[in-house]
C-alpha cells in the first residue's frame, strides 16, 4: 500500500501565514486530501465511504463483498419504489456508507453534477464530523476526478470575516483510493489548489465592502500578490499619471470619490513559452458603483460592492496562471475607480477624450463600465496584446437576458469565441455568445462628441459595441458580461450567497488551451 500525502505541498501553498497584511483576503483554507493506491488498513475510526450513484447505477466501483454488493444493489433497485435520499448513510459491508447522487440537479453537465455531489458530501461529512471519508476513484477519468476535487474545495469555502464568532469548519480528511492514477492525481489535485486559491482569492475580494476594499487596498492587495508570486511583476498609476498620460475614460468615473482611482497592469512572462501570443485580461474594477449622477435605485445598490468582479478575477487567474508556470505571456490589466457622487463628480453631458484619441460624451454616468474599459483596452494595446478578454460586471440587460447561470460574451474572432465556450465548458462555466450587431452601431453616435455612453435598447450589446470602438486594431478580442454570474442573491451550485467566483477558472484554462495549441 503506497500512501502518498499531499498535505505537505498544500500547506506550502497556503502562504497567507507569511504575508503580514490582507490576511483575511488573502486567506485559503487548506483541504486534507490523501490519495493513496489502495485502501488503507481502517486506519481511521468513524471513517465513512462515498458511494456516488447515477440513477440505479454506481458510478465508481468500490471494492465489496459478494454480500455488500447484494446490498448496494438492494438499496439503488429500492430507489425506484420512491424517492431515496440523497446523501443517506447506509451500512454496507459493515462499513458506514454515504451514498451520493451524482446527477441529482438539472441542467449541469456531468462534470458539474460531480462537482455538486462533492460538495454536497463534504457538506454533509462537516455537518456530521466525520473526520475521514474515502472515496474509490480507481476507475475515474482524470477530469472526474478533477471536477470532484473542486467540489470539495468549494465546500471548504466560507466569508466570515464580518462575524463577531466564527466558527471553524470541521477538518475533513479525504482518502482517495486512486489505483494507478496516484502520481496522475496528485499533479492534478495540486492545480485544482491553485486554481482554487484563486477561486476564494476573487470571491473574498468581490465579498469585502466597499468600506474595506477602495481602489487602493485592491492595489494593495495586489502588490503583495506579485511580491510573492515568482515571475509576476505590477506597474501602478495614481490619478495624477493617468491624468498625465491620457486614461481620461478612467479619470472621468473616478474623480468624483474621495477614494482615489489606480489602474494596475500585472505582468507575467514564463522563462519558457511555447506560444507567440500575448494574453491580456481587462476587468472592470469599479469598489462600488452608486450610479454617480445618475443614481441607481436603492434595491439594486447594495449588491454594487460586487462590480469590481472583473478585476478580482482578472488578478485571481494571472496569479493561478504565474504560479501554474503556464508557458504563454499573459497580462491583467485592473481599472479600479469608485463611481460615486461628490462636487467633482461627472456630470451628465460633459465630454472627454480617452486614451485611443476617441471623444465621449457621457450621457448617463451609470454606464460608467465601459467609459474605464475604454481606456483599459488602449492600454492593453499599449503593452503589445495580440488577445484581449474584457470582463466586467456590465449591464442590467444582461441579467435580464441569461440570469445567472449563463455568462453572455460577444467577440470579433471565431477562433477565440470557440475556445471561451470551450474551456467554459471545461471548467462547469456556462457562456454564450452574443452578436454585436452592427444595426445598433448608429445609435452609440453623439451629436457633439464621437460617441455616448449609451446606445439602442439592447442594452448589453450596445456596451459592447461601444467597447469594440476602442479595441486596438488586429486584435483578437472577447467582452464577457459577468454581471448576472459574478454574485448571486440566494444559492446557486457551490455558492450559499455572494460572490461566485465565475470566470476565473475559464480563464486559466484558456491561458492553458492557448498555449497548448500551437
Ligand atoms: N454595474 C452596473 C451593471 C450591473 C447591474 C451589474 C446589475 C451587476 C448587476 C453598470 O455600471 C450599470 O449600471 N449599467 C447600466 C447602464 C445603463 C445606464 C446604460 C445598466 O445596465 O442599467
Ligand atoms: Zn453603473
Ligand atoms: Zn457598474
Known amino acids: 500500500m503506497i500512501i502518498i500525502a499531499i498535505i505537505k505541498q498544500k500547506k506550502r501553498l497556503c502562504t497567507a501565514k507569511t504575508r503580514p497584511e490582507h490576511t483575511f483576503i488573502l486567506n485559503f483554507r487548506c483541504m486534507k486530501l490523501n490519495i493513496i493506491s489502495s485502501e488503507s488498513a481502517k486506519a481511521q475510526e468513524n471513517k465513512a465511504y462515498a458511494l456516488f450513484f447515477v440513477k440505479q ?47 441529482k440537479e438539472r441542467g449541469l453537465s456531468n462534470l458539474d453534477h460531480l ?39 468549494y465546500a471548504n469555502y466560507k466569508f466570515d ?5 466564527q466558527k471553524p469548519n470541521f477538518q475533513v480528511t479525504y482518502e482517495i483510493i486512486a489505483g494507478e492514477h496516484v502520481a496522475a492525481f496528485k499533479k492534478i489535485a495540486e492545480e485544482v489548489a491553485v486554481e482554487q486559491k484563486a477561486v476564494t482569492l ?19 492587495n495586489a502588490k503583495t500578490i506579485a511580491k510573492y508570486t515568482p515571475g509576476l511583476s505590477i506597474k501602478v498609476r495614481d490619478m495624477k499619471q493617468l491624468e498625465k498620460e491620457g486614461f481620461m475614460g478612467h479619470v472621468t468615473v473616478g474623480k468624483g470619490s474621495s477614494r482615489e482611482p489606480y489602474m494596475i497592469t500585472l505582468d507575467y512572462k514564463p522563462a519558457k513559452r511555447t506560444s507567440k501570443d500575448h494574453l491580456v485580461i481587462v476587468g472592470k474594477g469599479l469598489t462600488f458603483d452608486t450610479g454617480g449622477l445618475c443614481l441607481k435605485p436603492p434595491k439594486s445598490m447594495p449588491e454594487m460592492i460586487s462590480d469590481m468582479s472583473g478585476a478580482a478575477t482578472a488578478l485571481a487567474a494571472i ?30 453631458g460633459d465630454i472627454f477624450k480617452a486614451k485611443n484619441g476617441k471623444t465621449v460624451m457621457v450621457d448617463n454616468t451609470d454606464a460608467e463600465g465601459r467609459l474605464v474599459l475604454s481606456d483599459g483596452l488602449a492600454e492593453a494595446g499599449e503593452i503589445g496584446a495580440t488577445h484581449i478578454v474584457d470582463l466586467a460586471t456590465l449591464t442590467g440587460a444582461m441579467v435580464r437576458a441569461l440570469g445567472y447561470a449563463v455568462a453572455g460574451f460577444f467577440s ?46 439592447a442594452g448589453a450589446i450596445s456596451a ?44 486559466i484554462e484558456l491561458a492553458r488551451e492557448m498555449s497548448s495549441a500551437e
Open 115 to 153: 462537482r455538486m455531489a462533492a460538495y454536497r458530501l463534504a457538506g454533509r461529512a462537516m455537518k456530521k464530523q466525520i473526520p475521514c471519508v474515502s472515496i474509490f476513484l480507481a476507475d475515474a477519468a482524470d477530469e472526474q476526478f478533477k471536477a470532484i476535487v473542486h467540489g470539495l474545495h
Open 319 to 348: 496569479q493561478a496562471i504565474a504560479t501554474l508556470k503556464l508557458p504563454i505571456h499573459v497580462s491583467a490589466v485592473c481599472c479600479l475607480a469608485e463611481n460615486a457622487i461628490g462636487n467633482k463628480s461627472v456630470l451628465p
Open 202 to 220: 476573487a470571491k473574498n475580494l468581490i465579498n469585502t465592502c466597499a468600506a474595506d476594499l477602495y481602489p487602493a487596498e485592491f492595489v494593495e
Open 57 to 103: 447505477s454506481v458510478q465508481f466501483s468500490k471494492v465489496l463483498t459478494e454480500a455488500g454488493s447484494a446490498q448496494v444493489e438492494s438499496v439503488l433497485e429500492g430507489m425506484k419504489d420512491g424517492p431515496f435520499e440523497d446523501l443517506e448513510l447506509l451500512e454496507i459491508d459493515g462499513d458506514n456508507t454515504l451514498f451520493v447522487d451524482a446527477a
Open 464 to 507: 459592447a459595441l461601444f467597447l469594440q470602438e476602442f479595441v486596438p486594431e488586429n486584435t483578437a478580442w472577447a467582452h464577457w458580461d459577468i454581471a448576472g454570474t459574478a454574485f448571486v442573491d440566494k444559492k446557486w451550485k457551490y455558492t450559499e450567497y455572494g460572490a461566485t467566483g465565475f470566470g476565473v477558472q475559464t480563464l
Open 161 to 165: 470575516a464580518y462575524k463577531s464568532k
Open 412 to 457: 470579433n474572432d471565431d477562433d477565440l469565441g470557440l475556445k471561451v465556450i470551450n474551456c467554459g465548458e471545461a471548467c462547469c462555466e456556462k457562456f454564450w455568445s452574443m452578436p454585436l450587431e452592427e444595426e445598433y452601431a448608429d445609435a452609440l453616435k453623439d451629436k457633439f462628441a464621437d460617441l455616448k455612453n449609451t446606445g439602442s435598447d
